[in-house]
């Protein structure tokens, strides 16, 4: 099953369905954006933002499969050099589910004092975004 799932990694890069070697559920996402923008994604080693669009936003792209109902939450947020966050769910046969745009304005406000790694109040649930004391605020 692992030789399976190299093989079928090898394929997708080969083509250009995913740009890198990670989960190429973040990958299919950042195309996703990028497609949405008219520009291609940033290279996989910049850190601090997935895509930069033609008039220079740049957006963090944050994506999820749903696997089971219980499964909410996005990925840490490692820096918050960007401009927005975009939430990209998917099904778990990979439809899309919704895709949504936050301004790091509001990402700030949900982490306490606007650093990633201080979550702050308490946990809630959501089906796409960060909110106050999510785990989307830790490194």
Do not use: W
């Amino acid at each position: 099953m692992v030789a399976l799932y190299g093989e079928v990694m090898s394929e997708l890069l080969r083509r250009g369905v995913v740009h890198s070697g990670n989960n190429p559920i973040a990958d299919m996402a950042e195309s996703l954006i990028a497609d949405y923008y008219g520009v291609a994604p940033e290279p996989p080693n910049n850190r601090s933002y997935d895509v930069k669009t033609k008039d220079g936003t740049r957006i963090q792209v944050k994506a999820l499969r749903r696997t089971k109902p219980s499964r909410r939450g996005l990925s840490p947020l490692r820096t918050l050099d960007f401009d927005y966050v975009a939430a990209v769910i998917f099904e778990p046969d990979m439809t899309l589910v919704e895709a949504a745009l936050v301004p790091i304005d509001a990402v700030r406000d949900t982490c306490a004092g606007g650093r990633p790694g201080r979550p702050t109040g308490s946990r809630s649930r959501t089906s796409s975004l960060p909110t106050r004391g999510s785990s989307a605020c830790r490194p």
